[in-house]
């Protein structure tokens, strides 16, 4: 039997579901893999492919011992498919299967709607891979480079989860989706990836921080949701995803909150206390506060869009059926089944914000996004004690939910940052307050300069408190390889 | 006092609230609000399950407290507290004062060749001192006694381990403990306190054993030495401490170690090369380590040090009594050493370390000057710098 802990690297393909012994699936994965590869070349980090990179690679689902660190050249990370312990006895945790023994195979009347879960959430990996792959070549530091490095190898691993799901459970479609998987790509007019947010540009670093803010936020949600699948290995592999999706998260908050401390600090020293006064501050070369509440507004608004229609039959069906479950569903106080439960959706008639109820059975997206936008308010409130420390006054505020928004009841709906509905005329006026122009992006875009001396730090952004694996501030994250 | 405790606690200003640890927890020790995610000091079994998986490092901080910080407390945090002197605030009776300044005394005379402006490195890890005082010391059981010299051998070196069961005692490498013998002198006072440094690593023997080693030679008609050394398994011995804030190791991965020692002076250097085994394992060409003794046999550790790998530990040995050999001494294997230590001492990412003998410290202080001089470098400015530096510690008897 193979051991459920520790991973095995008796295959090409680390692993702790026993793939040795499960001949169909491996050769199936071992026959996606050369693809894989010339994926990860091709749009993977662009340049660094050679250097050393200080990365922790899962060997344990333990979490006692499961990461380990080391130097690594990337195409060499050992990718592989790492699930959760199972939980003895788990049973469905939601909608009308409530309680029945969670699946060990797939459902076949569910069986569509799983694989097309299973593709977006597989299709979100690489995406956010290829809007990355430029960013090395202006990385503010070598830590912040390896950081970088350690998101896209685990948004990486992160598709190999998905992929051996559709392998392993889905036969011939599987494969195909799989195949597919590496064939659509961020950005491309032909053959895009799934969602809007994911063909979006990251062009620096301040975006990237944001998008593992909020967007790898989004993804977080939705892994979350996913764990509580009745369909157990999805549940299990979510699961684990998490562990490492948690790193994403801190790469944000803390490039965030580096990049405001920067600000902040510099604006002390030049005893600038007005944060609108921004010619002043930008000459400090650092990155002024109303831009990152610009940059705030857009990649959240972005992020929201990422979860749907606030009103879904869709989410619906994936409650009821147990196949996608709520945001921490068993700690939930309630039927699980929504059988006459409502839930607060807002609404947008007639030039008018309304709250209204709806059964909370189709509301399951609204609750989602609710979950994330107070996840998200955590972090924001960090970053303005940030102002306070530096007794500046200043605010970054998560902007209302109909601003900026493309998809859902307030689509293309001119309200402004703060709920107040105004004309579309006064809309497209003052949008450039609320979000990045293109002379803001320039601006930024000008501090992307590269600093690769181990322990230095770009201008515009704050060395971090702690190392990663406990390292001491000039540790040198990668051992650069300029080919 | 109340015993103190080592108190586990979440970094708020680091931690991003993803609840990792939360999950990893096999007991609920720990929990949240919207703002902090916290353990609670009355369930933490100290189990580190939580402390790998953490994406950002907030999980690892530990304080030295005599009352622990509420969840509640913790939960409106902003910011981790700094470490109280737990000796200030706890012990402030004539007695301990006096003992304080006998240790302070000890510590002092040790480390003169430093001078006064001896100072930890900068990546050190902040050390916790005085945790058990006299009046009431840490009683700690004798978990083995093993002969470090051949029986043949001129002197008899023991190490003994020394079990601290549940207590707390945070000490790092190159930290001392204090040992009185029991019983009284012929005044009818105490005897006085010996010092001794710990030679094993801040995690213990094997990782995350709650013990600590000790190298101790038996003296003639020395009274706590032989105490020591006659300790049988499962003896209570009362031990104080930890002493000592400045002879520490850099936690920084990129610093070179030189390490000069005799005798038992090889007690924190064993200390210290495990404790870069266990956290540094992959960074070879970073320490150099000059030993000297009489003979092979009584070299304590001869064995265990030949078997660490020359890549990551240069090893370089000088015995002043074999037969039909010349005498050799450190200071003879620091010049023959001299254009590899010639870069080393210029480099400020090194470290120097002087521990055995007093006698030993002006031949090595006299090759470091000769090897300086060979590459036209002045010593004694090297020397300031380093100092100034944290980088220069001596400790000798």
Redesign the interface.
């Given at each position: 039997m193979a051991d459920l802990m520790n991973v095995s690297y008796d295959t090409l393909i680390p692993n702790n579901v026993g793939l040795s012994s499960d001949r169909k699936v491996l050769k199936a994965l071992e026959k996606w893999h050369p693809g894989y590869l010339d994926w990860w070349q091709g749009q993977g980090p662009d340049g660094f492919q050679e250097s050393l990179v200080y990365l922790r690679t899962a060997v344990s689902v333990d979490?006692?011992?499961?990461?380990k660190f080391?130097?690594v050249k990337m195409p060499q990370y050992r990718w592989g498919v790492l699930l959760a312990p199972q939980v003895e006895g788990r049973t469905i945790p939601c909608g009308e299967h409530l309680g029945e023994p969670a699946w060990q195979e797939v459902p076949g009347e569910y069986r569509s709607m799983l694989r097309r879960l299973v593709v977006i959430q597989g299709d979100t990996e690489p995406a956010s891979v290829e809007q990355q792959r430029f960013l090395g070549a202006t990385a503010p530091s070598l830590y912040d480079l390896r950081n970088l490095f350690q998101v896209n190898v685990e948004e990486a691993r992160h598709l190999w989860a998905m992929v051996y799901i559709l392998q392993k459970y889905f036969g011939k479609d599987g494969r195909e989706e799989s195949a597919e998987l590496l064939q659509r790509q961020s950005g491309s007019t032909e053959k895009p990836r799934m969602l809007g947010a994911f063909n979006e540009a990251t062009p620096d670093w301040l975006s990237f921080f944001m998008f593992t803010y909020f967007t790898d936020r989004d993804g977080k949600m939705q892994l979350e949701a996913l764990a509580q699948s009745g369909f157990d290995p999805l549940s299990r592999t979510c699961r684990f995803m998490?562990?490492e999706e948690?790193?994403h998260?801190?790469v944000g908050?803390?490039g965030v909150g580096r990049t405001i401390q920067r600000t902040c600090e510099a604006m002390n020293e030049a005893g600038i206390s007005d944060p609108y006064d921004i010619d002043k501050i930008r000459a400090l070369g650092v990155i002024d506060l109303p831009t990152i509440q610009k940059k705030l507004n857009l990649h959240y608004t972005l992020s929201l869009d990422l979860f749907g229609a606030e009103v879904s039959t869709n989410a619906a069906n994936a409650f009821n059926s147990g196949i996608k479950g709520r945001y921490q569903e068993v700690k939930i106080d309630d039927d699980h089944r929504l059988k006459d439960a409502t839930y607060p959706v807002s609404e947008y008639v007639d030039g008018e914000i309304l709250l209204r109820d709806v059964p909370a059975l189709t509301a399951i997206n609204m609750r989602l996004r609710d979950d994330y936008t107070?996840d998200a308010a955590?972090?924001v409130?960090?970053w303005n004690?940030l102002f306070r420390k530096y007794n500046i006054e200043f605010e970054l505020i998560l902007p209302h939910e109909g601003f900026h928004r493309q998809i859902g009841v307030f689509a293309g709906a001119p309200i402004a940052p703060d709920g107040t509905i105004i004309s579309d005329q006064a809309w497209q006026k003052q949008s450039e307050q609320w979000l990045p122009t293109k002379a803001d992006g320039d601006f930024i875009q000008s501090l992307m300069k590269p600093e690769w001396e181990?322990g230095r730090y770009a201008g515009w952004i704050a060395p971090p408190?702690?190392?990663?694996?406990?390292?001491?501030?000039?540790?040198?994250y990668v051992q650069l390889h300029m080919a | 006092m109340t015993q103190p405790l080592k108190q586990h606690l979440i970094?708020p200003?680091?931690c991003?609230?993803?609840h990792?640890c939360e999950d990893?927890c096999p007991i609920g020790a720990i929990t949240h609000n919207?703002?902090n995610v916290v353990v609670d000091a009355d369930k933490c079994e100290h189990c580190?399950?939580?402390?790998?998986?953490c994406?950002?490092?907030?999980i690892?901080n530990w304080r030295v407290v005599t009352t622990a910080y509420s969840v509640q407390e913790q939960l409106e945090w902003?910011e981790l507290p700094e470490q109280q002197d737990i000796l200030a605030t706890t012990s402030d009776s004539a007695d301990t004062q006096t003992e304080n300044a006998d240790v302070i005394a000890l510590l002092a005379q040790a480390q003169q060749g430093a001078g006064e402006m001896a100072c930890a490195p900068a990546?050190a890890t902040r050390p916790v001192q005085n945790l058990f005082t006299q009046s009431e010391p840490l009683r700690a059981r004798v978990q083995g006694n093993f002969r470090l010299t051949e029986q043949g051998a001129d002197s008899d070196v023991r190490h003994i381990i020394l079990d601290l069961s549940n207590a707390s005692f945070p000490y790092l490498e190159g930290q001392s403990v204090g040992i009185t013998p029991p019983g009284t002198n012929q005044n009818g006072r105490p005897h006085r306190l010996r010092l001794y440094t710990v030679s094993s690593p801040r995690t213990g023997e094997r990782p995350d054993t709650n013990n600590l080693s000790l190298t101790v030679k038996r003296e003639n008609h020395g009274l706590c030495s032989n105490y020591i050394c006659d300790l049988k398994r499962d003896d209570m011995v009362n031990l104080t401490g930890p002493f000592g804030s400045s002879f520490l190791i850099?936690?920084?991965?990129?610093t070179r170690l030189i390490m000069v020692c005799t005798g038992t002076g090889s007690a924190p250097f064993r200390a210290f090369t495990m404790q870069r085994q266990r956290e540094m394992a992959?960074i070879n060409g970073s320490m150099k380590l000059f030993f000297g003794a009489r003979t092979p046999q009584s070299l304590p550790y001869f064995g265990p040090l030949n078997k660490v790998p020359g890549a990551f530990l240069d090893k370089h040995f000088a015995f002043s009594r074999v037969e039909n050999r010349p005498k050799t001494y450190v200071q003879d294997r620091l010049r023959a050493d001299s254009s590899s230590l010639a870069k080393w001492l210029i480099d400020r990412k090194t470290y120097i370390y002087i521990c055995g003998l007093k006698a030993m410290e002006s031949g090595v202080e006299a090759a470091f000057f000769d090897i300086m001089k060979g590459a036209d470098q002045d010593w004694q400015a090297v020397k300031t710098e380093m100092l100034k530096d944290g980088r220069y510690h001596v400790e000798t008897y």
């Open positions: 979490p006692k011992g499961w990461a080391d130097y998490l562990t948690a790193h998260m801190f908050e803390t107070k955590g972090g409130k960090r004690a181990s408190r702690v190392g990663i694996d406990n390292k001491p501030g000039d540790f040198e | 970094d200003e680091i991003i609230r993803c990792t990893a919207d703002d580190l399950h939580c402390i790998a998986p994406p950002t490092g907030s690892d902003l990546s850099p936690n920084d991965a990129q992959a």
